[in-house]
């Protein structure tokens, strides 16, 4: 899952990605002004915004309207000092998925994220199921067959894209964008890398394959039945 | 004490107007209408007395001009009524048979020729009797008035005829008018008003000059009863009539005043309803306000307007105020929290720990501003009044904020430059002085170019004699003698013309993110402004594009 910041406090931005990173697996970019982060905000395919109101040269809601217009239906977090009822009635109106105030706590932040992409891909619990894989997105716990495991964050980053699109062949580029930040370094082959290691964990079973390689056009997590 | 109604107040001014005029008008038109009625009254005595007088000058039977003196008077001789006629020259009788209820009384007499200008009461000239009626009349009235009252016939030359009641003599007005007033002069008359057994009659006496050598004296009246009755009827309807216009106008001020208070009325309907959260909304719209009524709403909605943009700005203070404290609390409780979620190495709890305490000591700067505009905004003069000398305390501050720039990897100097050698004193509060200078500085240091010098003049302005008798009298007190000032000067680009405005506002920046990376939280001008207020001071800024940004602070100094 990749996620956007643009927050014009440094520190703030900064201690919000680590967190996300840390704790969530997520892919963070951060963008510390309006201009920036519409132009970030509009050319990758971002799982998250989590966006400030008042920025430096284009604010917030201005960002918002614009991804609006644009059709983007990427989901957008308000984070915003701006606190009246008033303001948030008016940013959830113009398109925000959620709203929270500043000072606000760090557990709910990571909470409302994971709802809120749960939602970008239709589930209402945040367990993943796939075949005997079952994914905790909150605990980042994987249990198969009983057997609890917790994998690094790049396979896991992987895994739970995958299952969060069971039945859908997902393409190396999907796959690139939404696990890699902006300045992180990928290549391609990483990606086999990681699904030969997450088949070796999961997908033994040559006659119960999980994982599809469709040629051509990317990987897809399946149960058979 | 209870105001006046102001319904009251016009009414009883109307009344008394009123009043007023009307006595007057009615005094007046009361005058004039007894006037024209004694006129009247007048006119007929005098035109009756010419046609006796014709009469008696007509050589003609005596009886004859007796009843034609009967005819113009209005005695209607229904039986010889005849005056003159033997003793019973006194008929009242004759007087009560008369159709008319008050007919003319009259007393017709002779005085020799050589009294005609004086008085009535000179001697009686009895032996007199040329008179044609006394002639071929046996019995002279004369006589036998003489006869019962000579003192009341003293006056009586010789008695043509009377038609009046003379038993009472002295109690007759006839004879009260000859003895009390001086008779009229011959070929004139006069008229008097009198009251003949309680009716009012005008009389007159007309003395002429009777074949040569007698005055011939008229004594006629008429009653004045109508006139009076209609007189009276005349008053009373004036005051009828002015008691219906004094009802009518006060009628009329009470509509009008309500009318009048009317728009005032509804204006005060509608202020009543604004409170502090309708303030932004027009409440005046379409109030059916005359034109004289426009001042009154323009104020009232012009003050509205004052009073609601005192209080955005007030609002507008709160939040960011608000605001400017929300984001350090957000960012050390981010930190703090951050690093609390799992274990980690010391060096990541140190840079947590010198992070939160750096964002607690800007919300420590930014209370701190805070509350020094609060104390400022108190108006109250600075604390301490120290006698500062300016030089020191500038050299002061520019080795202090030196440091600063250096620390800061600013390449820019500071300079302070003095016109006058001769060190100059001021009097205020030391430290914030410092704040006021070190404020402009730090912009000053924080948008200026980092490479240019930024200069600090001192110029000592010394008024003139004249100039300061013309600031005395103007002005006491407020205007000081000398004024020292102070001018910071950066290279820095043109501030823009709609920002230069708001520059002292509250929490101004230019950049409505109030972005951290310039420091500051928009205090900065707003404390120096203030603190040069309280220290009768002024400060101003001019920027253009070529010349950089100029702050000046003028000072009172000492002499």
Same mark, same amino acid.
């Given at each position: ?225 | ?223 004045? @009863? ?98 400017e404290?929300?984001?350090p ?29 750096e964002d607690l000591a800007r919300m420590e700067q930014l209370t701190e501003n805070l509350?020094s ?30 440091? @600063? ?111 951290? @990376?310039?420091g500051g939280s928009?205090l900065g ?35």
């Amino acid at each position: 899952m990749r996620v956007l910041i643009i927050e014009d406090e440094q520190r703030l931005a900064r201690n919000i990605s680590k967190v996300l990173k840390e704790e969530m697996s997520f892919a963070v970019d951060i963008s510390h002004d309006g201009l920036d982060g519409r132009h970030m905000a509009m050319t990758n395919p971002y799982d998250l915004i989590i966006l400030d109101l008042m920025l430096p040269k284009v604010s917030g809601l201005e960002i918002l309207q614009h991804l609006r217009q644009k059709n983007n239906e990427v989901a957008v977090l308000v984070l915003s000092a701006r606190d009246t009822q008033k303001d948030k009635i008016k940013g959830l109106r113009m398109g925000c998925d959620d709203y929270m105030t500043k000072p606000f706590d760090m557990d709910e932040l990571l909470a409302r994220c994971n709802a809120l992409i749960r939602r970008c891909y239709n589930r209402v619990i945040p367990l993943l199921k796939v075949g005997p894989i079952t994914i905790d997105t909150t605990s980042h716990i994987v249990t198969c067959k009983g057997k609890q495991e917790i994998l690094p964050a790049m396979e896991y980053r992987l895994l739970e894209y995958l299952a969060m699109r069971t039945g859908q062949i997902v393409s190396k580029t999907d796959i690139i964008e939404h696990l890699y930040d902006f300045y992180e370094e990928n290549f391609s082959n990483v990606i086999e890398v990681y699904i030969s290691s997450l088949r070796k964990r999961f997908d033994n079973n040559p006659k119960h394959k999980l994982i599809h390689t469709i040629r051509g056009q990317g990987y897809m997590l399946k149960d058979k039945s | 004490m209870k105001p006046w109604s102001l319904k009251k107040k016009l009414s009883i001014l109307y009344c008394l107007v009123l009043l007023v005029s009307l006595i007057t008008l009615s005094a007046v038109a009361y005058n004039n209408m007894e006037q024209s009625l004694l006129r009247n009254i007048d006119r007929t005595l005098k035109a009756t007395a010419e046609a006796i007088e014709a009469a008696l000058n007509t050589p003609i039977n005596p009886t004859i001009a007796q009843k034609q003196i009967e005819a113009l008077t209005g005695n209607t001789p229904t039986n010889s009524t005849l005056t003159n006629n033997t003793n019973a020259n006194l008929k009242p009788k004759s007087i009560r048979h008369h159709k008319k209820k008050h007919p003319v009384k009259y007393r017709i007499w002779l005085e020799p020729v050589q009294q005609q200008t004086a008085q009535p009461n000179i001697q009686p000239t009895q032996t007199e009797t040329k008179v044609q009626i006394s002639e071929q009349q046996k019995p002279s009235i004369t006589k036998d008035l003489s006869h019962t009252k000579p003192a009341a016939i003293t006056f009586t030359n010789q008695l043509l005829a009377t038609n009046i009641k003379e038993t009472k003599e002295y109690q007759n007005p006839f004879l009260k008018i000859i003895t009390n007033t001086t008779a009229p002069p011959p070929g004139t008359e006069n008229y008097y008003n009198i009251t003949i057994n309680g009716y009012p009659y005008r009389t007159m006496w007309l003395r002429k000059p009777y074949k040569g050598q007698k005055i011939l004296n008229i004594l006629m009246a008429r009653s004045s @009863k109508y006139s009076y009755h209609e007189m009276a009827e005349y008053l009373r309807l004036l005051l009828i009539m002015g008691a219906i216009i004094m009802l009518g106008g006060i009628l009329v001020t009470f509509l009008m005043t309500s009318l009048l208070l009317k728009p005032i009325r509804l204006t005060a309907k509608r202020l009543q309803q604004i409170t502090h959260q309708n303030l932004d909304q027009e409440h005046l719209e379409g109030l059916p306000a005359c034109q004289e009524m426009q001042p009154f709403v323009t104020a009232v909605r012009n003050m509205l307007t004052r009073l609601d943009n005192a209080m955005q700005q007030q609002k507008q203070f709160i939040a960011d105020a608000s605001h400017e404290l929300r984001t350090p609390l957000t960012i050390v409780k981010s930190t703090l929290q951050t690093i609390n979620r799992k274990q980690r190495s010391v060096a990541e709890y140190q840079q947590a720990i010198n992070e939160s305490l750096e964002d607690l000591a800007r919300m420590e700067q930014l209370t701190e501003n805070l509350l020094s505009l609060a104390r400022l905004d108190e108006n109250k003069n600075p604390h301490k009044n120290q006698q500062l000398q300016l030089n020191k305390l500038l050299k002061e501050i520019v080795k202090l904020y030196t440091q @600063k720039a250096k620390s800061l990897g600013k390449k820019s100097t500071i300079i302070l430059q003095q016109k006058q050698t001769e060190p100059v004193h001021i009097t205020g509060d030391e430290t914030k002085l410092k704040q006021l200078f070190g404020n402009i500085i730090d912009n000053a240091l924080k948008y200026g170019p980092t490479d240019k010098p930024i200069q600090i003049t001192i110029n000592k302005i010394i008024n003139t004699n004249t100039d300061t008798n013309i600031n005395a009298t103007k002005n006491k007190n407020t205007t000081p003698n000398n004024l020292v000032e102070i001018c910071i000067h950066d290279e820095g680009g043109q501030i823009p013309p709609q920002a230069l405005k708001h520059l002292f506002d509250r929490f101004y920046r230019e950049d409505a993110s109030r972005c951290r @990376k310039t420091g500051g939280s928009g205090l900065g001008l707003s404390i120096a402004r203030e603190i040069a207020r309280v220290h009768n001071g002024t400060i101003t800024i001019t920027s253009e594009k070529t010349n950089g940004t100029n702050v000046c602070v003028t000072l009172p100094a000492n002499p």
